[in-house]
């Protein structure tokens, strides 16, 4: 078993101590000027944060990439979240991305469904990754149809129930189960793509 590390961000999108490099990554990946570094234990970790990050590092420590910018009004620390179809219905599939990081949270698919059904998936996929592990950050989507379906805690698809779309309905289920036996206060946003451009989880495949 790999041992347990913990990683100080001195500068990232939100400073601090953070016991996993997936979580650091959120941190650190597209945040320009990142400092940051693994130590073995809390109390080492927890006496670098409050001191230099120099004294670790050096001056002359790498930095991440310049992240792509956005106008004032989009709040990077927070998640977008997209779905891709070939057909409709097709191979759907859907994904979060964290804005600030671009690091890709999660991932499903592909399955058989329809572009609509996975914006719908998303964005309860994120609310529930949001709540189960207490991140305080808003979603974007650039989809108001799966904003009013989560609203409406109802996938309204017109997708006929079969063999093959069984599986897939029965995930349908367990979101709309999860809407209306869950509150959260995690706010959804309309990504304005016509004044941003492609949501960042966009999976990049418009001709």
Known sequence: MAKQKYYVVWQGVTPGIYDSWTQCQLQIKGYEGAKYKSFNTKEEAETALASSPYKYIG?????????????????????????????????????????????????????????????????????????????????????????????????KTKLPRTFETEELFQIIERAEKWLKENKYTTQIIKWETKEWGEIPADFGRKK
Request: charged share 20%; with cysteine; proline share 5%.
């Open 59 to 155: 001056k002359k420590a790498k930095t991440t990439p310049v992240a792509l910018t956005y106008p004032s009004t989009v709040i990077e620390n927070s998640m977008a979240v997209d779905a891709a179809c070939s057909g409709n219905p097709g191979a759907m599939e859907y994904r979060g991305v964290h804005i600030a990081s671009r690091q890709q949270i999660f991932h499903f698919g592909p399955m058989k469904g329809t572009n609509n059904i996975g914006e719908f998936l998303a964005i309860v996929h994120g609310l529930a990754f949001m709540k189960q592990n207490k991140w305080d950050m808003p979603i974007y989507t650039d989809s108001r149809n799966a904003m009013s379906w989560v609203k409406q805690k109802k996938c």
